[in-house]
């Protein structure tokens, strides 16, 4: 008894990181300027972390602490 292969496959991993298509988060002239002053009275810290977290019955909430360090997810 013989058999017939129809159709064959190779399937590969492929590691692509997904780029963004536009920033997530857009900051006005007047904001930078306040940041940096934030950060000036600071010298420990190296930036400014902003995060959002889900609060409530309502949805979500934007949080914003001084970082101290790089995370692992920051860029």
């Known amino acids: ?12 991993a492929v590691k692509k990181r997904l780029l963004p298509t536009r920033a997530a988060l857009t900051l006005t002239p007047s904001a930078v300027i306040r940041i940096k002053s934030l950060l000036q009275d600071r010298e420990e810290c190296i930036g400014l972390r902003i995060g959002v977290r889900q609060r409530g019955c309502n949805g979500l909430s934007y949080t914003l ?10 860029s």
């Open 65 to 74: 602490d001084y970082a101290k360090n790089k995370g692992k997810h920051s």
């Open 1 to 12: 008894m013989a058999t017939k292969v129809v159709a064959t496959a190779t399937v590969r």
